[in-house]
């Protein structure tokens, strides 16, 4: 049953919604944070959340406070972990999940790596386009968190991405002591969207997404 929340931020509150597995006892909670540009629940969201449910993860997203703001201008970097952080501390209270994921895509993403990094409580990381890099700034890479991480990751990237050089990544990565599964979208872009002609579809890769996810969240759970 889908739960709508406020959710207290200092002295802000932001929107979150809950949705459960699709079918089932869910496997684990994924507090999933959308991009820059994105709500939680715009589109790329709200297909993406229907993937992960489908393959056994309640899912609950929820708004950085500049989008309940309605302002287009993200928050500085410390305000944005401080949101995610007090969504992931109203769902353990309320839902008290056995397994607990944090991740988003793009900026959503790579606040979800800066608390992994800073130690908060989770059983693993779930990026969708992490933004390595500004967009033909290759060398502004923003990796030096990352090998402070140690819960297992799993990282979806285009190989169109124009904020994520493929060779920059692998590079950075290979500093990552925890264990880091990478898997590459071919053709497709930071929207996660592939060319027509590429011979492939959007579906197709939310349904690479979904396989993959469904399996490493598998071999999570098997580690204990």
Known sequence: MLKSWRI???????????EPAASGEGKALFVFAHGAGGRMDDSGMAKLAE???????????????????RSNRPDPMPLLKKCMGAVVARARKELNP????IGGRSMGGRAASLLAADGLECRGLLLLAYPLHPAGR?????????????????????????????????????????????HW?????????????????????????????EQWLADVLAAG
């Open 8 to 18: 207290a931020v200092e002295s802000e509150e932001t929107s979150a919604i809950f």
């Open 51 to 69: 993937v992960f449910r489908s393959r056994g993860f309640d899912i609950l997203r929820f708004n950085f406070l500049y989008r309940e703001r």
């Open 98 to 101: 056995r397994v607990v994921l």
């Open 138 to 182: 290759p060398g502004q890479l923003r990796d030096a968190h990352l090998p402070k991480i140690a819960v297992p990751v799993l990282s979806f990237n285009g190989t169109r991405d124009p904020l994520c050089r493929v060779d920059l990544m692998e590079a950075a990565i290979a500093k990552v002591r925890a264990p880091w599964r990478m």
């Open 185 to 213: 979208l071919e053709g497709a872009d930071h929207s996660l969207r592939v060319l027509k002609s590429s011979g492939r579809s959007d579906a197709e890769v939310l349904e690479e997404i979904g396989e993959a996810s």
